[in-house]
């Protein structure tokens, strides 16, 4: 019985088909990989936004004017705007065995990492070190997060119908909470994403009426119990800012 080889010929044409069969099996398990890496991406992204919504409509539209007596025995605001960090009161639903419903939170950027802190105790912004006895609670809203801005709306100095944004809005400045926030997290990958909403008790006629200038009896011009920080001489920090369009994370954000 005669045995039958591989001619060259075959040879060649099976290598060539298995070539070609394991260079659509990498394609396609390169594709596959890519794509659970983008839904990974897109699904960490939108958690992020997530965090992020969550606590500028559960705290931010939430933030109250508390006040708190300092070393002197001066009645202050726990309330302290910078640029690139806030600290505020605000209430939350209070049941079971919470300590109340205030909690004192800080949202600031550390190793590239947007995070939120939170105390149910009273935590002072003008005491420099915190009280280990009382310690924050942590979370991580965002990561890879290169900064992030904050700016605060008051009502404008020049159009009694228009507002204006400030880089700061310090308690020492201001008799009053700012009518909103908003908030600019730019990520390391080069993008931006933006937050604002109106803070609690801003409507014509609470804190937004107080800000209103009003007429005495001699006819002459007083400014109210909010004055703006821009008002004030002494405030380098009150320049006023354009905020660009802002991504609208759900209800309740604040429109021009």
Known sequence: MRRSNFTLIELVVAIAILIVIA??????GAAFYNGYERAQRVTNRLK????????MDTHIRNMIPFKWKDEEGNSRFTFDGEENRIFFTTLRRSYGDRPGALIFVRVYVEDEKLIAEYSPYPRLPW???DDESMPMTKEVLAENVLQVTFNYAEKST?????VEFLEEFREEDNTALPLAVLMKVEFTDGTTEQWLRRVAGVSKNST?????NKKDNSGTQ???SGTSAAQRSGNSGSSQVNPPRF???GGGGFRR
């Open 247 to 249: 991504r609208s994370g």
């Open 158 to 162: 020049e159009n009694d119908d228009s």
């Open 222 to 224: 007083n400014s109210s």
């Open 48 to 55: 992020m936004f997530m965090a992020i919504d969550n606590l």
């Open 23 to 28: 260079g659509i099996v990498g394609v396609s």
């Open 208 to 212: 937004f009426g107080l800000r209103e």
């Open 127 to 129: 005491l420099e070190e």
